[in-house]
């Protein structure tokens, strides 16, 4: 019984010291997009310049890794370097939730 009491301690711990699971938030994500990404990753620009690619309705893991590569380098391109480099992890992760749970607009009408 002792033994049970220390592990479920321990567990609570554990969780308080290396930090629970970041929950994303889309509501900042979006805050951030509109204020950062859409000059250049919104609709009315994919018609102009197709060189931004669409963001809306890209799959999660696959946002959340792009992020982090362009920040470490590992995906280059100069401009999205500069996008990322002052934002943390966490915002990194919400706007890719943001992005990831809006709907793929229909790019073959352009
Ligand atoms: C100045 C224009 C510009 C801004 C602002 C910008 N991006 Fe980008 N982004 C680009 C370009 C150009 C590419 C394509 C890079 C390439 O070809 O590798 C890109 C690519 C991406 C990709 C990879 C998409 C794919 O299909 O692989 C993601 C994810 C992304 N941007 C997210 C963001 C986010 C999030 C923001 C806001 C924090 C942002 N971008 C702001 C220009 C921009």
Redesign the pocket.
């Known amino acids: 019984m002792n033994a049970i009491i220390i592990m479920i301690a321990l567990c609570g711990l554990s969780a308080e010291v290396f930090g629970a699971v970041y929950q994303a938030d889309s509501e900042r994500g979006q805050a ?2 509109t204020a ?6 919104g609709n009315a620009v994919i018609a102009m310049a197709k ?5 809306k309705g ?1 799959k999660l893991a ?2 959340n890794k ?2 982090v590569d ?1 920040k470490a380098g590992l ?3 100069p ?2 370097r ?3 480099s002052a ?1 943390s992890s966490e ?2 992760q919400d ?2 939730r943001f ?1 990831s749970q809006q709907v793929t607009p229909n790019l073959s009408a352009n």
């Open positions: 951030l997009a950062q990404c859409e000059s250049c990753h060189q931004f690619p669409n963001l890209q696959y946002l792009q992020l362009f995906r280059l391109d401009l999205m500069s996008q990322v934002l915002q990194l706007v890719a992005y």
